[in-house]
């Protein structure tokens, strides 16, 4: 069931103007599936009305990689052909804007795959382009954006009671409601909102928080900082001075931990997919910074082999804090999409770790990275840990114990 016009023509205007903010002469980059072609034609054509160079739109069939991995030899699913690596070089040296436009047409189909060839042919596919996720991404050099759009049977994950055809004409209208398109002043909204994060983000950075404890049931978790953290909130700045949104919808602020400092065990309160399986129930311990024993009720082998990437993907990449107040908790489902879930709750991530939330991140290499506990991987991925039964405290570098979040609620900020 297509979706209302004039509200899709507002989410694309979000997309394009708030979101990628395309500048006069810059090349964007779309991928997403082939279900969602015209939704892609449609923010070509925006994107052009907003100066862009040249568009690419990249439609990759999720069918297809189920074929070639059930299909191939073990030792092929490492191959990725070198025109992918120039292409996300070429991104990040040409200052590009890349948008991911997120919506499975199928969100099982990978689930019965043997979950070690899935993560094979992931992690060579991400070292391929990893000068992307580091200097792109990681350093803010492309103005990079994930958007959503639905499709019938995601829609039916979020409302099984419904038809296909019913279950994605109400998730495009959830997607529209968390992305503030159904508001006049759509824009407005949107600078509104990201001043309200910004502001928390620089008050949370100014605590010079030196631990954040999580506590709830089944987490008793000690998240480190460096001094050099960064919270952000809302949009970045690419190094041309140029605002962007990095995700659309987004209520967090987030930085990056010192992954050498992470202590305790935690639960995690929604699920969550990792190479097209759902893990539910999944529990961790950390010791001095590593996952060192971890359960779930669905998915734990796809789990297990997805830490064993390499040695960074035991280790934290990311915290972030969420209130209740979030219109995605607010609205009572479980999108079972990250990025819907993830701003709807308190999270961490294991894998990588965002630079730019380093104070000098921009210089940083390997070697210094690693000296303040600045993690890298070739995974990230974030699991919710909060709900409306979770505290959260910041222990400052100053000595002081300031409450940030009671029972899943924003306090003192």
Not at 127 to 148: L, M, N
Request: hydrophobic content about 40%.
């Amino acid at each position: 069931m297509k979706p209302d016009p004039k509200l899709l023509r507002a989410y694309v205007e979000i997309i394009v103007v708030h979101g990628l903010n395309v500048q006069s002469g810059q090349i964007v980059n779309i991928s997403t599936e082939p279900y969602h072609n015209e939704l892609a034609l449609l923010v070509a054509e925006v994107a052009y009305e907003h100066g862009a160079k040249f568009v690419n739109i990249d439609l990759a069939d999720m069918r297809a990689l189920k074929i070639r991995i059930e299909k191939s030899k073990e030792e092929d699913l490492s191959y990725v052909p070198e025109y992918v690596t120039t292409k996300y070089t070429d991104l990040v040296n040409d200052t590009a804007a890349n948008l991911k436009l997120i919506g499975p047409e199928f969100p099982d189909i990978l689930s019965t795959l043997n979950p070690k060839l899935v993560n094979l042919q992931r992690v060579h596919q991400r070292r391929a382009i990893q000068y992307f996720y580091d200097e792109g991404i990681g350093k803010s050099k492309v103005h990079w954006t994930v958007a959503a759009a639905a499709t019938p049977l995601w829609g039916q994950k979020v409302f099984p009671s419904l038809s296909p055809e019913m279950a994605e004409s109400e998730l495009w209208k959830q997607i529209f409601i968390m992305s503030r398109a159904t508001k006049p002043d759509y824009l407005g909204e949107w600078q509104a909102h990201n001043k309200k994060l910004s502001e928390r983000a620089a008050k949370l950075t100014a605590l010079k928080i030196k631990e954040l404890h999580f506590k709830g049931p089944g987490t008793e978790l000690i998240v480190g900082l460096t001094p050099r953290a960064l919270f952000k909130g809302g949009t970045d700045k690419s190094p041309r001075g140029v605002d962007f949104e990095p995700n659309i919808p987004t209520e967090e602020c987030f930085t990056t931990p010192d992954f050498r400092k992470t202590q305790g065990r935690v639960r995690t309160t929604r699920p969550f997919f990792i190479n097209g399986k759902l893990i539910k129930g999944l529990e961790l311990e950390f010791k001095d910074g590593n996952i060192v024993n971890f359960s779930a009720s669905s998915g734990e082998e796809v789990f297990k082999e997805y830490i064993s990437s390499d040695e960074g993907a035991l280790r934290l990449g990311e915290v972030a804090l969420v209130g209740i107040d979030s219109p995605i908790y607010q609205s009572g489902f479980v999108f079972e999409e990250i990025l819907f879930d993830e701003n709807a709750a308190c999270h961490i991530a294991i894998g990588s770790a965002y630079k730019f939330c380093i104070d000098g991140g921009q210089n940083l290499n390997s070697e210094t990275a690693r000296e303040i506990g600045c993690n890298e991987s070739s995974v990230h991925t974030d699991m919710m840990i909060s709900s409306e039964e979770v505290d959260v405290v910041a222990h400052t570098y100053e000595g002081n114990s300031v409450q940030l979040i009671n029972k899943g609620a924003w306090i003192n900020l």
